[in-house]
């Protein structure tokens, strides 16, 4: 028979669990909710009206620089790096991970009406339609600009390490992959965020679209607002698994 201080421990646990899993899910189910809610605009749109949540979609094209990928040196207006490390285990491996950064730049959205200026600070960047990938044996020396990141990078150590045995010596770092994901100059944008009048540039409607305390998400993506949205409900899907599980597990505890 279950002992009353196990079915409290694994009911609390999994009550945490499956909290979690519905908070975070319930927060992509709300961006989801706001995209598909929010009609697509126009960029022309803001010539009479400023100020306001507003969903765009077109090219992202700069403003007046652009920057240059953490590990590729490619130019772009928006850009992720992920670190992801192998680790093994008893059952198998599996890629965590280790380090993350965005960077971005003040871009214009141009639609057929007009461009715009997005200032992305505070942005939830969600890339995926150009995405690299540098897989690094560990061990084994990094490719220069990688190399460069680590150094730059505390919170990333050097993988290149190997255990010195005599005339031999083993590699010691675990394998990586350093993932980048950009929006390139050109490439295809989406933006819901906040517009308010402001100094565009040359050309562009006097208007800033970014962060504001009236709009519920301030998102960037590149990909049209259907696929958008349709990727944010699955990704809220995916986080709710883990709770439906943690329930079905407490729900078995308290019948048996």
């Given amino acids: 028979m279950i002992s009353s201080p196990f079915v409290l421990l694994v009911i609390g646990l999994g009550g ?13 189910f709300h961006t989801a909710y706001r995209v598909f809610s ?18 765009l979609h077109g090219t992202g094209r700069p403003a007046d620089r652009t ?35 965005v960077q971005s730049v003040p871009f214009l959205l141009a639609d057929d009406s007009g461009s715009v200026l997005v200032g992305p600070r505070m942005a ?19 490719p220069e600009r990688v190399q460069a990141y680590i150094e730059d990078n505390a919170g990333v150590s050097c993988e290149n390490s190997r255990l010195d045995l005599g005339p031999f010596s083993l590699p ?34 006097n208007a800033v679209v970014g962060y504001g305390t009236d709009a519920p998400v301030f998102l960037i993506a590149d990909r049209s607002p259907w696929a958008t949205g349709l990727r944010t409900l699955a990704r809220g ?3 709710l698994v883990p709770g439906l599980l943690a329930g079905g597990v407490c729900l078995l505890v308290l019948v048996a």
Avoid: K
């Fill in 67 to 101: 920057l240059s990928g953490l590990v590729t040196g490619e130019a772009c207006l928006v850009c992720e790096t992920v670190v992801e490390e192998y680790e093994s285990g008893q059952y198998g491996g599996l890629w965590n991970e280790i380090d993350s950064a």
């Fill in 124 to 142: 939830d960047v969600r890339l995926v339609a150009d995405t690299e990938r540098i897989e690094v044996d560990g061990g084994s020396t990094p």
């Fill in 16 to 28: 945490l669990v499956a909290l979690g899993s519905a908070l975070v899910a319930g927060r992509e």
């Fill in 172 to 205: 010691m770092g675990s394998d990586r992959r350093y993932i980048e994901r950009r929006l390139r100059p050109g490439g295809e944008a989406y933006v819901l965020g906040e517009a308010r009048s402001g100094p565009g540039r040359a050309g562009s409607v």
């Fill in 237 to 239: 899907g995916l986080y």
């Fill in 38 to 55: 929010t009609p697509t605009g126009r960029v022309s749109n803001l010539l009479t009206d400023a100020e306001g949540v507003i969903e």
